[in-house]
């Protein structure tokens, strides 16, 4: 049982429900429990647990009554991390307040979208970033999705414990003036062909602004990234784009083929992109709703299936070829 409760809880029995409430103090473990980054996603860098009968500074609550609290974990990375209430106990939470809190609703595993790019398209729109200057017709990208990023979600959640300058940078279209990443040589042969943008920093920018909200490092981000645009394109998908070049897709047409490579009920989880080109409209992007832990190309067909369905904007589009118009 949580111990009685002090003056220092005062905030918190006034606070509105569903508002972060600060408290100080400290917090005791009792048992062994994971401590989030993020309460939603349950995220875990370092794999970090409190260890009973230690006591950790108390930051706050996530609401009123509370299901967490805000704790400092010396040697974590990030430090302040959320634990659930029952892991211990607090001269800022009252009894009552333990009994009633709610049961968390069971976690149905991490959400993301991943976002490709039809290369040619984007080219035909963007011709003077680096990676459209010199586009031939036999280039992975004439007949294959392009990786744009993989987007941990919700699209709220980015540049996590990023710095100052890496954010501006990041945001002001600086990409190339960002860190470079720290991939094996494998992965870096690898992510140059799937993301040209590379060449123009883009691999740095997705790094800074999503993989930073990954649960892992550099390594893990893109190995996960690329085992899935292996996936993505050794199906049944990416043959209808390079067998329709210079042809019009429907989102039913695509979302048809969706279902046909990874089960039925993948298409409704795929929302597609287009943009005016003169008196065409081109198919520049799909972004295809993901939840769940990624340890493989064969997981696609479960990651997807286990994601909520899309709203598209766009219901066609003309798949453009490699080369400006």
């Not at 606070?15 to 100080?24: I, Q, Y």
């Not at 989030?36 to 647990?49: E, F, V, W």
């Not at 706050?60 to 302040?80: D, E, F, M, W, Y």
């Not at 209430?85 to 993301?112: D, F, L």
């Amino acid at each position: 049982m949580l111990r009685k409760i002090t003056t220092l809880a005062l905030a918190l029995l006034a606070a509105p429900a569903l508002a972060e409430v600060p408290l100080s103090g400290s917090f005791t473990a009792t048992s062994t429990c994971p401590a989030y980054q993020s309460i939603n996603r349950q995220t875990n860098p370092g794999n970090i647990a409190t260890q009973a009968g230690q006591s950790y500074d108390l930051l706050a609550a996530n609401k009123n009554p509370p299901t967490h609290l805000r704790i400092a974990v010396p040697g974590a990375s990030p430090v302040q991390r959320w634990v659930a209430v029952e892991c211990g106990t607090s001269p800022a939470i009252s009894p009552e307040q333990a009994e009633t809190t709610p049961v968390a609703p069971t976690y149905r595993g991490t959400q993301y979208i991943l976002a490709v790019n039809w290369q040619p398209a984007f080219c035909e729109l963007n011709s003077r970033t680096r990676e459209c200057r010199d586009q031939r017709p036999n280039s992975f990208e004439a007949t294959n999705f392009t990786l744009h990023g993989l987007w941990p979600q919700p699209h709220d959640n980015e540049y996590c414990d990023v710095s100052e300058r890496d954010r501006w940078a990041s945001q002001d279209g600086r990409w190339r003036d960002l860190p470079p990443l720290d991939l094996t040589i494998a992965q870096r042969r690898d992510l140059d062909i799937v993301m040209p943008g590379s060449l123009s920093g883009l691999d740095r920018h997705e790094w800074v602004k999503h993989g930073s909200c990954y649960d892992g490092d550099q390594r893990e981000y893109f190995a996960d990234s690329l085992d899935l645009m292996l996936a993505l394109n050794a199906s049944e998908v990416a043959e209808l784009f390079a067998g329709n070049v210079g042809r019009r897709l429907t989102l039913t047409d695509i979302r048809a083929a969706f279902d046909r490579s990874f089960g039925r009920g993948a298409g409704d989880r795929v929302a597609m992109d287009c943009a005016e080109d003169g008196n065409r409209t081109l198919i520049t992007e799909l972004r295809i709703a993901l939840t769940g832990e990624i340890s493989g190309p064969d997981d696609f067909s479960r990651l997807i299936l286990a994601a909520e369905p899309q709203q598209s904007r766009c219901r066609s589009g003309q798949v453009d070829a490699v080369g400006l118009r």
